[in-house]
């Protein structure tokens, strides 16, 4: 068997991309295809709406074989640390909004025995007034972003 990867349709959804509709979609789009038994995997980004969607699949008996995969270069693209940029201070907030979004992970990679710098490793109230840095800096960067406009 080999597997093989096509676009079988693009449409424009009228209607909110909520979890339900999204479901109703590819369900629909399966059904036009007749592919139901035939379907593998799905492949999607991490989008709330779209994980949603596969979750209510799962519940169908047409779909609850399909795989959920989660798009490798989409999540890829969220692990990678945003950079300070020396000219443009609010880059440093950005940076370090990502840093908080992405804890876990850092925190996880820090400890695994690959990098192992658990000297980096930072505490609860560490994180805790980088935090309260962020919430103090919020009114200057949309201050920066009004007077830039």
Not at 55 to 66: D, I, M, Q, T, V
Not at 112 to 126: A, G, H, K, M, Q
Request: charge should be negative; glycine fraction near 2%.
């Amino acid at each position: 068997m080999k597997m093989i990867s096509r676009v079988l349709t693009t449409e424009h959804m009228e209607e909110s991309c909520t979890s339900e509709n999204l479901a109703y979609k590819l369900k629909e789009i399966a059904d036009t295809w007749n592919i139901f038994n035939k379907v593998v995997a799905v492949v999607t980004d991490n989008a709330f709406n779209v994980v949603g969607a596969k979750k209510r699949l799962a519940s169908s008996p047409n779909c609850a074989g399909w795989r959920h995969v989660h798009c490798f270069a989409h999540t890829l693209s969220l692990i990678v640390l945003t950079q300070d940029v020396a000219t443009r201070w609010n880059s440093s907030l950005i940076m370090i909004r990502s840093l908080i979004d992405l804890r876990e992970f850092v925190q996880d990679a820090l400890r695994s025995p690959v990098i192992d710098r658990r000297d980096l490793y930072l505490d609860d109230f560490e994180w805790e007034i980088i935090a309260n840095a962020v919430e103090i800096l919020k009114p200057f960067d949309e201050l920066t972003k009004d007077l830039s406009s």
